[in-house]
């Protein structure tokens, strides 16, 4: 069980992080003064534009209390500890990360729920451990990595799917041309996010190795600014 993470050395919240997070997210995910100023509901309410509670909603509605569910990485407020509710004690909820400062907090939010467990490890990467996971989570991951980063993920979330069960990715998507916030978007992905384009340019099914082999849903929301696609492996 991966608790109780103690705090480190500043140097140590940078070790092993990969380079798109030191050279863009830094201020936003990796720097732990800022991180500590940054977690809270009403940056992430501020971020989304209002949208936050229907999109977290719109994760938590796929989550069947009891079953086992992995979120690939940590958000901001009080996500993480609302789906580990939802979950349960008769399920099991896996958290990963891959900078330390961001396992702190998740350590921190889920510590009195015995049946979570957080990980630092890439989502690109990580494997479970023992039965396969019935739902997979990726909540605003993509936008935010390389276009090689988002095939790895994708297809490692993918890969862990058994039959019957689910991914979900809560994410951007191409806003609707009379949708004035996209161009406010341009601006912020140009100057913040040079990751987040592409997800306007692409359908996140084409990251997929083998995209036939799942059934995908996707909804949009806000004038087409975010997406929530559903994979089931039928
Ligand atoms: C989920 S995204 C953004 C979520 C949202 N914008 C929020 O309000 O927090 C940010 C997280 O992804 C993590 N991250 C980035 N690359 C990752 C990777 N390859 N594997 C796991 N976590 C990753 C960052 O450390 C950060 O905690």
């Known amino acids: 069980?991966?608790?109780?993470?103690?705090?480190?050395?500043?140097?140590?919240?940078?070790?092993?992080?990969?380079?798109?997070?030191?050279?863009?997210?830094?201020?936003?995910?990796?720097?732990?003064?800022?991180?500590?100023?940054?977690?809270?509901?009403?940056?992430?309410?501020?971020?989304?534009f209002t949208n936050d509670q229907r999109l977290m909603q719109s994760y938590l509605d796929e989550i069947t209390p009891g079953s086992r569910v992995w979120q690939v990485a940590h958000v901001y407020g009080d996500l993480?500890?609302?789906?580990?509710?939802?979950?349960?004690?008769?399920?099991?909820?896996?958290?990963?990360?891959?900078?330390?400062?961001?396992?702190?907090?998740?350590?921190?939010?889920?510590a009195a729920k015995p049946w979570t467990r957080v990980v630092r490890a890439d989502a690109a990467h990580w494997q479970?451990?023992?039965?396969?996971?019935?739902?997979?989570?990726?909540?605003f991951l993509l936008h935010e990595v390389p276009e090689d980063k988002k095939y790895l993920?994708?297809?490692?979330?993918?890969?862990q799917l058994p039959k019957g069960g689910k991914a979900v990715f809560v994410d951007y998507h191409?806003?609707?041309p009379l949708q004035p916030i996209g161009w406010l978007l341009r601006g912020v992905n140009a100057w913040l996010e040079p990751f987040a384009k592409a997800l306007w340019d692409r359908e996140i099914c084409?990251?997929?190795?083998?995209?036939?082999?799942?059934?995908?849903?996707?909804?949009t929301?806000?004038?087409?600014?975010?997406?929530?696609?559903?994979?089931t492996h039928a």
């Not at 990969?18 to 009403?42: F, G, H, I």
């Not at 789906?83 to 330390?100: C, E, Q, R, S, Y």
């Not at 479970?128 to 909540?139: H, K, N, Q, T, V």
């Open 128 to 139: 479970a451990e023992d039965r396969p996971y019935d739902l997979i989570c990726s909540f």
């Open 80 to 110: 993480v500890a609302r789906a580990a509710d939802k979950v349960g004690p008769a399920g099991a909820f896996h958290l990963t990360d891959i900078t330390p400062i961001q396992i702190e907090h998740g350590s921190r939010k889920l």
């Open 153 to 159: 993920i994708v297809n490692n979330i993918l890969d």
């Open 221 to 231: 929301f806000f004038g087409g600014v975010y997406q929530r696609v559903v994979v």
């Open 206 to 219: 084409t990251y997929a190795r083998n995209p036939a082999a799942f059934a995908w849903q996707k909804k």
């Open 1 to 48: 069980m991966t608790r109780n993470h103690p705090k480190l050395d500043e140097d140590l919240y940078y070790e092993g992080v990969p380079d798109y997070m030191t050279e863009v997210y830094d201020w936003a995910y990796v720097d732990p003064k800022r991180v500590r100023l940054l977690d809270r509901n009403s940056v992430v309410k501020t971020l989304l």
């Open 174 to 176: 191409r806003p609707h």
